[in-house]
């Protein structure tokens, strides 16, 4: 019996690293490949990417890679999952125009540069496989960005991708609910849908709301006006722009990504600049403060970012001042608060105004709220339902809506990463589950989360560490030169001397015992070193640093 | 002339560790001692204190400590500042019944015991050299929370402490408007005023809205009911008691402070508990799930609190299941979100019904909104305000709202820490900033945040460590035993033992060129060791360990 088989990697019972693995007659196709950003506690860590040992185990089957659209949580994981599945024999992978492009530029910075991207266009259909793939327009924070169809002799999986019901979107262009709506009557099988504000009550505002308000925000503006938002949300940037040209104000992108965003904009169209508008960064203190905008990264409080080294005064060309007006056309990505809060109030203490979301709509969400997650049920019609895209409460919520909109809470499957639903003439149900979880991008390398390494800069961040170095003659184990105590990241503050005196002792006394127990192989005199220190120091300073004796035998 | 000095120590650009010192003919009144929790970049560090060191130096001319109220940010601080003080010697503590009950449990805490704490009812007025003290009474998320006005011949300064002003407190006892006033009328000199929520517009709601709320929240519940809440707020642990109670529900009280909490506020006579009412917590499993209401720590997601231990499957006592609702009685303390989220996130995994304020109103400020800091300024009437307890952008907040009721905005202080605001008959200025900022508390030891410990746990903890152990000839340099290369916290996998050769080969040729210059002095080889090893790990890792050569003689 033909079985469709549709296992979430990542974005189920979490916020990013979004991916979806759709099998059918074995073949896969491949939703998004997204990442996530560390948490505080993940000490060193650079990115945390989907767990998708799965598809290094069926890389052979693999027919495409599809991608919703340019958001790292759906696309950023691109370059380790294509050299996961052979680099440049990787599957092609397929998106939107500004997705494609979007993807190169990531794979041409990680020297990525002969895999397969195709672009295409929403309403063509191809094929692959036992697949047939369709790409729906959507609207959402970012352009061309899409739903995906997978259609099969079994049914039709639809995957939403990141989306809101935009009536009145910048590019003029809102979702297909047309199309949206004719794969319903022809019969969904099984929806996957993105469950981001399943959260917050009734319609989300327009895109198109922000450019009024922001206009407004600019005209009370005497000085100069810094403006940050995500430099991937290239409407928002073009309302910006417009208000900005309207003004008789010049504007100055700032950050590497914005500028990279914007470049990549203004050649596919999607955003348009006056001649003459644009400035260098270094031109802005040429010009009267009442003349300039500056649009910046930073909305998010990123330590590097544009907008946070202005913020401390660390910015090479742009050093706000008393007068500044710093306008927010964003909000902080739930773990960012305090970076953003931290950034506002330094803003303040240079005396500079700010304008944040809670003080003028001047932002608006990407993701439909909750009656358009209910308007996408009652268009698909889907005969089952996989919320995605949340944590635990988010799919708890989309789970309910499906409820009220009708659909029976044993259709609807509140699944987890690695948890497949299978489907088949007979009905659905879970699966096995198959692994999944984290990969750590560690410097160079990934691995995995219970990696070593990190457990051991848990412990050294915590309490440090102490190393003490003993060296025994090979003859007899008795010292043959002074022991060295030697710590790091232990806190104690007059003790020092001393503590590392009664070490030395202890060291002493604990080679003295084993050489009377006739301990002679390096590897347990070490660890009875280990573990006898491990219990002086705590005993001394209330503390668990990590204790690592060496033993030298000459 | 005689001159006023009003110098914060704490609480100024922050939230959290307020202290305020107050000077007047060289004799000092300390108002508030308060600590903050560390956040996630103080590696390892348990608390963070106002740096007190003025007051260590001024020891002798500390007249009194008067604690406003109970909560950690206005008295957590006392058992170090006591220390410093003389201990038993210090000078003696004020407060209100609750505050000085909650400040000598801490001390039995950390064994100070013969501290001398003295209550202060409201109204009455007590010498303290130069100054007259009068506690004021004002309403706040804790009971017995107090203005302070300290009189000289000068003037008075009044120093609200934390407050709102609830008209229909649970108590039944709102703050002291009329004494306010009168103050007001005889003249204040300098108003230092709460600032913590003067970015809400309008008037907090009632302490007292919560309870009808809390108890439609417990009609609709079929299972068991979980509530958490502030331990200190003693008024909202009476209204889950008396809503449980009004549903023939058992009530336990889970988590220490929880515990030790309501054993204060019942031997006060702050909250009454019918008989029987109260249940063990490893009773609870013995009653029908509709017949208990759990009362538990935890509200902020703190990691080992009964409530995150719970949502972790990990509790002594109670396990969740599906069916339980828990009710988020509070709101997450700016930097706490992420803690708060995940555990909420866990509880809607295991099945819980979870009811937070965005779901109704369960739960009310203690801290007044834009019109009741308003109303302060022209109850008060002060010559000279000082916006505290609050963020850069509180402080200019509460400042706009000064000019508002009509202050001239030269009289308005924007104080810093350290930063003394001197007031004299000729009028008020800024005086030479103080020394002051953070305290560590770090195990047993407090110490500075420049400290180098930290400084080498945030290296640790980005990158590891790299140690190599090299012994050598006392006669001629050369290498007595194999070179030791020991790593922790460094990521990479696969090329662990080739990389060791290749460090071991690169120490040989350093210790080599050390040999060849004829360089013998221990320090000098571990230098050059040092700079070879790490520009050589560099190169190999793009990562940048510790590097901690030890070179030992023979």
Redesign the interface.
């Known amino acids: 019996m033909n079985r469709l088989r549709v296992l979430p990697l990542g974005g189920l ?1 979490e916020i990013g690293k979004n991916m979806m693995v759709v099998e059918y007659e074995d073949r896969i196709v491949v939703v998004d490949t997204g990442l996530r950003f560390p ?3 993940m ?2 860590i650079d990115l945390v990417l989907p767990d998708f040992s799965y598809l290094r185990e069926r890389a052979a089957d693999v027919e495409a890679i599809v991608i919703t659209h340019g958001h790292e949580d759906h696309l950023g994981a691109l370059p380790w999952v294509l050299r996961a599945l052979g680099g440049s024999d990787a599957p092609t992978v397929y998106g939107g125009r500004l997705t494609v492009a979007m993807a190169r530029s990531k794979l041409d910075e990680h020297r990525l540069r002969d895999c397969d991207l195709q672009d295409l266009a929403p309403g063509e259909t191809i094929g692959l496989g036992p697949f047939d793939l369709e790409l729906i327009h959507m609207t959402h924070s970012i352009p061309d960005a899409c739903a995906v169809a997978l259609r099969t002799d079994l049914g039709t999986v639809l995957v939403t991708g990141d989306y809101k019901f935009d009536q009145t979107p910048v590019d003029g262009d809102p979702a297909d609910v047309s199309r949206l709506a004719e794969l319903g009557r022809e019969g969904v099988l099984l929806l996957c849908g993105d469950s981001t504000n399943a ?1 917050r009550a009734g319609f989300s505002p327009s895109e198109r709301v922000v450019g009024p308000r922001l206009e407004e925000v600019f005209a009370r503006a005497d000085g100069r006006i810094i403006v940050t938002s995500f430099a991937s949300n290239i409407h928002r940037v073009q309302q910006v722009i417009d208000a900005a040209a309207d003004l008789d104000r010049k504007v100055a992108l700032v950050g590497r990504s914005m500028r990279k965003n914007v470049g990549i904009g203004r050649s596919l169209g999607h955003i348009e600049v006056p001649d003459g508008l644009l400035i260098g960064p270094q031109e802005v203190e040429d010009w009267p403060d009442h003349r300039v905008v500056v649009v910046s990264t930073g909305s998010q409080g990123e330590p590097l970012s544009a907008l946070r080294r202005m913020a401390h005064n660390d910015h090479r060309s742009i050093k706000l001042h008393a007068g500044d007006t710093v306008v927010f056309s964003a909000t902080p990505i ?2 960012n ?2 970076a953003v ?1 931290e950034t ?3 803003l ?2 240079i005396g500079c105004n ?1 304008v944040t979301t ?1 003080d003028t709509p001047i932002h608006a969400s990407g993701h439909g709220y909750t009656e358009e997650l209910k308007l996408m049920l009652n268009l698909v019609k889907p005969r089952y339902v996989m919320p995605v895209h949340g ?3 988010r799919i ?1 919520l989309h789970a309910e809506l499906a409820a009220a909109v009708g659909i029976d809470p044993e259709r609807v499957f509140r699944a987890d990463n690695g948890l497949p639903v299978e489907l088949d003439a007979s009905g659905a149900r879970f699966g096995e589950p198959e692994e999944s979880g984290m990969i750590f991008v ?4 990934i ?1 995995d989360p219970a ?1 070593v ?2 457990r ?10 102490f ?1 003490v ?1 003993a ?1 025994i003659s090979e003859q007899d184990g008795s010292p ?2 002074d022991t ?1 105590v ?1 710590f ?6 007059e003790q020092a001397d001393r503590l590392r005196q009664e070490i030395r002792e202890e060291v002493e006394r604990s080679l003295a015992r084993s050489a009377a127990d006739d301990l002679r192989e390096i590897d347990l005199l070490q660890q009875e070193l280990h573990d006898d220190l491990a219990a002086f120091v705590y005993d001394r ?3 668990r640093p ?1 204790v ?1 004796p ?1 033993v ?3």
Chains 1, 2 share one sequence.
């Not at 790091?488 to 503050?493: A, C, H, K, N, Q």
């Open positions: 019972g948490t505080a506690e000490l060193g959260d739930p773990g608060e305090r809060s506002v109030d330094r303040y203490h700010v809670a944590d635990h409460k708890h560690d410097g160079v390398d691995g990696d390494a990190l051991d800069r848990r412990m050294l961040s915590a309490d440090g560490i190393i170095v060296t043959v030169a060295e030697i790091r990241g232990v806190p104690f503050v300073l209330r503390r990590m690592l060496v030298v035998e000459v």
